[in-house]
């Protein structure tokens, strides 16, 4: 989230002091990409370390959404507008949604850059001259769909580990901006019934079918650790719906909507996770795109559904896993979901 020191000073002027297009070669290179177009970004902190940019291929400032300002999400109703219309616009809650998006800290100025000058600068950052894999892998994620390149503050990119480590991946554009809140307030019960739910026999859905990210971290990370995201004097007891509630009090009453994919990168972070997947794929292919250790930490989102999974035995790479079972081991709430995971694609996996 910081720039490289040792790389070229960053502008000293802030996104409202500069000219609205802008084309010059872009400094201390984060890249980030979605899969509406190519595009990247920056984040660096300012010469003056205050704030941090956001710069953008002209490709990415042109994409659209129909953002209803009042409301502060993505609606049907709405005129649709770009990225860089809506933020020269000076919308705070646009401003907002982007930065919770894209998961990072702070976000003051946007800036938009020729793809191909993102691709050139992130090159510079190889700390390893003699592997052209290390060069490729960090062009390559100035122009991809799906990741996001935090250059570290110091330490050396000279391995294709380090250099695997500082790319994560994001989800979609259209899935960066969120949409109608569907969530009680906070103080409200995770346990009320949703409206408009009824099925034929005339019973509604709970809202704690729709905490599952919530339950599926706390499943993971145990009391203690969610205790300290909680925060607080007071002493939360250690039983899954006291727990959701507060959380789903802290995040609610924070803004963000936990259960939104807008939201995730924000939530996830906060957490320690990182995204080692994002596609649509059956479970028994994902060796195919990702690698799975035993004894390391999984959440994954499928459709409709965010589980805590555990890794049963060494995954091996690169093959179809059959029986999917053998390999992994899903422990989501029955409450809150009782469909097997494995029946439904997976969209995500993060790890810790």
């Known amino acids: 989230m910081v720039e490289r020191t040792r790389r070229r000073r960053p502008e000293e002027q802030r996104d409202e002091e500069q000219p609205r297009s802008q084309t010059t070669p872009a400094a201390n290179v984060l890249a980030l990409q979605s899969a509406a177009g190519n595009r990247a970004v920056i984040q ?29 999400y993505v609606d049907e109703t709405s005129e649709s507008k770009t990225v860089r219309d809506l933020w020269d616009g000076g919308s705070q809650k646009f401003r907002k949604a982007l930065k919770i998006g894209l998961g990072v800290d702070e976000l003051h100025s946007l800036r938009t850059v020729p793809v191909t000058d993102l691709r050139a600068e992130a090159a510079t950052y190889s700390d390893n001259p003699d592997d052209a894999g290390i060069t490729k892998a ?26 695997a480590k500082a790319i994560s991946y994001l989800p979609q554009f259209k899935d960066l901006l969120p ?12 346990m009320d019934e949703i409206p408009g739910t009824e099925d034929e026999r005339g019973v509604r859905k709970l809202y704690w079918t729709r905490t599952c990210v919530l339950i599926a971290l706390y499943k993971n990370e145990g009391i203690d650790f969610t205790r300290g ?3 607080g004097d007071e002493e939360v007891e250690d039983e899954v719906h006291t727990v959701v509630q507060k959380l789903h009090d802290k995040y609610i009453g924070a803004g963000i909507e ?3 994919t807008a939201t995730r990168l924000t939530v996830m972070n906060e957490w320690g996770y990182k995204m080692i997947f994002s596609g649509n794929t059956p479970w ?15 959440i994954v989102d499928i459709e409709g559904h965010t589980v805590k999974m555990r890794v049963k035995k060494a995954v091996p790479p690169k093959v179809d896993l059959e029986p999917v079972d053998e390999y992994f ?3 989501s709430d029955k409450q809150n979901y009782n469909t097997s995971e494995f029946l439904k694609k997976v969209l995500a996996v993060w790890q810790k």
């Open 44 to 72: 660096r902190l300012m010469y003056s370390g205050a704030h941090n940019q956001l710069a953008v291929p002209d490709t990415f400032g042109g994409l659209s959404a129909k953002w209803n300002d009042a409301l502060g």
């Open 138 to 163: 960090l062009s390559d994620s100035a122009a991809a769909h799906d990741r996001l390149f935090k250059p570290p503050l110091a330490d050396p990119l000279d391995t294709r580990t380090k250099v």
């Open 179 to 190: 949409g109608a809140p569907d969530l009680p307030r906070a103080g409200e019960s995770v």
């Open 229 to 231: 995201i909680i925060g």
């Open 258 to 260: 936990y259960d939104d």
């Open 284 to 298: 028994n292919k994902l060796s195919h795109s990702a690698n799975f250790v035993p004894g390391k930490r999984y």
């Open 329 to 331: 081991e899903c422990d």
